[in-house]
């Protein structure tokens, strides 16, 4: 049976010694400005690679443990656009 746990990017202090305890670290490397007046990115490669350092580096957590987690939703500044809610959009609304 594994262990793993789900943790944010940086928002609180979780140390250097609970990561011995879990098999995969899922590092939820998103919602960056989501919740701003104008579009921003909230969830780009860059922000993932400093998290990963900063899990790597301030937390000691290994990198073959941490699991990068990827929002299957985007935000929308436009009122007209279908599927949202306080502007969030769905997976099936999101056109690429």
Known sequence: MLMTCAVNSRWLNYGTEWEQYFDYINLM???????????VQHASYDDFVKDLKYWNEQCRASKSKIV???PFYGY???ESLQGAVDDAVSYTH???
């Open 76 to 78: 929308s500044w436009e």
């Open 94 to 96: 999101l056109t690429l």
């Open 29 to 39: 490397s998103y919602d960056r400005g989501a919740f701003t007046d104008k579009p």
């Open 68 to 70: 990068g987690g990827l």
